[in-house]
């Protein structure tokens, strides 16, 4: 089954609202990534974290890494329209990608 | 500038029929993935294949098989088709982030 956990499943905000979407995994994991999947379409890479503790910032986006590095976060301040999609977190315990069931984030105008 | 190219986009299948989704990176990258995506069930790995000629079961591998026979492709065929089979695929192909194709929509009827 599924190694790594995300919630919520889905959230929606008003527009200008933050959004926060949380990351766990059963395992400790070398890394983790951060993709974004617009409606119809494919997920594409945000960001990658490795080291423990990383917090890193893309604009109103802001990833943090637990210290366990078994858990990560994904938040989003003052959401926009354009921030419309679902988040998935990615793990890599091994070589291959375990992808988290992703947040489905609705921006309410 | 292809990235990761996915043939075809739309399928229908009856149940029974067998058919090969195909994929191919021009970014040399030794590793790639095929991903089923369903509501609510997020990314799940079927197969991967971390060098040209090597493969391994994902998550849910049963019903499929694959092949890499050389670096820039990897096909994911399906044996008998049955409706549980309907999703979207995704083959995916990276060594530290994964390049996403657009995606396959298959359904059987």
């Known amino acids: 089954g599924q190694q790594v956990m995300q919630i919520p499943q889905y959230q929606h905000v008003q527009e200008g609202e933050d959004f926060t979407t949380y990351c766990n995994s059963s395992?400790?994991?070398?890394?983790i990534q951060w993709y974004k999947q617009r409606p119809g379409g494919h997920p594409v890479f945000l960001i990658q974290?490795?080291?423990?503790?990383e917090v890193k910032k893309q604009k109103r986006l802001t990833f943090q890494f637990g210290e366990a590095k078994k858990n990560s976060s994904l938040h989003i301040t003052a959401t926009q329209t354009t921030d419309v999609g679902t988040y998935f977190c990615?793990?890599?315990?091994?070589?291959?990608?375990?992808f988290g069931t992703g947040t489905s984030l609705t921006v309410i105008p | 500038n292809a990235g990761v190219t996915q043939t075809p986009k739309f399928q229908v299948l009856k149940t029974g029929q067998s058919m090969t989704l195909q994929c191919a990176q021009d970014?040399?990258?030794?590793?790639m993935y095929w991903y089923r995506q369903d509501p609510g069930m997020g990314l799940r790995l079927i197969y991967y294949s971390a060098s040209e000629g090597t493969t391994d079961k994902g998550e849910v591998p049963d019903g499929y098989n694959v092949s890499r026979l050389k670096k820039q492709n990897f096909l994911l065929g399906l044996e008998s088709a049955a409706p549980s089979q309907t999703s979207v695929y995704f083959c995916?192909?990276?060594?530290?982030?994964?390049?996403f194709g657009q995606g396959t929509r298959l359904t059987v009827v």
């Open positions: 990615a793990g890599q315990p091994g070589n291959q990608f375990y």
């Open positions: 995916a192909s990276g060594n530290t982030e994964a390049f």
């Open positions: 395992t400790t994991l070398s890394n």
């Open positions: 970014m040399n990258h030794n590793s």
């Open positions: 974290l490795v080291k423990s503790g």
